[in-house]
């Protein structure tokens, strides 16, 4: 019995420190992929700020910078499908020298609201979490957005009448929602219901959410490559 345990033991601990090796090495995977070539930075990370709305509510927002300190410019990314996903992506930007500012949608995962309503609004908050950067000390006035599916919609929302946007890179998405949604003038049923499905169950815990996000983190910092 004590073999058993003890062997059991020794799989749980190789289990988590092949665990540690790959969250660390992902980002290096990923540029190595991208060809986009070695860090420059250490990052340092923020988790979850909260951002203030011009009606009350605050959204969870992840900062990546890099170390040294200093004005950057500033990738953002608003999406409803749990920002920890793409954190590896928030290392790379800022190991390169931007900042990478990546939100949860007005109710989804960590920020406040009482229910998701899609589309409705984006761009409110996405603009006020623009102007929000724009004080930021660390904002050298330069703004990027990228992001596909919704969070490439989310892009398109913030492109108006937006004076610090200078690129912006969606993907799988479209400006014309009509477009997308009423394919042909008929009512798209199978991509609006899976969607819409898919959405309203996302805030179940999962064995893929939690490999891909982990769970909720307390505001802090972290540092690290």
Not at 124 to 134: H, L, P, S, Y
Not at 136 to 147: I, R, V
Not at 159 to 167: G, H, I, Q, R, S
Not at 174 to 189: D, E, K, R
Request: aromatic share 14%; with cysteine.
């Amino acid at each position: 019995m004590k073999t058993y345990k003890k062997q059991n033991l020794l799989l749980v601990a190789s289990v988590v420190i092949w665990a540690v090796v790959l969250a660390s090495s992902c980002s290096r995977i990923l540029a190595k992929v991208l060809e986009i070539g070695p860090p420059e930075n250490r990052v340092i990370v923020e988790k979850n700020v909260m951002v203030p709305m011009r009606d009350g509510i605050h959204l969870a927002t992840d900062i990546y910078r890099p170390k040294p300190a200093g004005k950057y410019p500033v990738v953002l990314c608003r999406l409803p499908y749990n920002k920890n996903i793409i954190g590896e992506f928030g290392r790379l930007f800022a190991q390169r020298g931007y900042i990478f500012v990546v939100q949860d949608c007005r109710a989804t995962y960590h920020s406040e609201g009482d229910v998701f309503i899609p589309f409705v609004y984006e761009e409110r908050d996405g603009m006020d979490t623009v102007k929000w950067i724009a004080r930021q000390k660390w904002f050298d006035g330069n703004l990027g957005a990228w992001g596909g599916s919704y969070f490439g919609y989310t892009q398109w929302a913030i492109a108006v009448d937006n004076p610090y946007l200078k690129c912006f890179y969606p993907l799988i998405t479209s400006p014309n929602l009509y477009q997308l949604i009423f394919t042909g003038g008929a009512f798209h049923y199978r991509l609006s219901t899976g969607w819409s499905s898919g959405v309203g169950k996302q805030h179940k815990e999962s064995a893929a959410s939690a490999l891909l996000g982990g769970r909720i983190k307390e505001p802090g910092k972290e540092e690290g490559f």
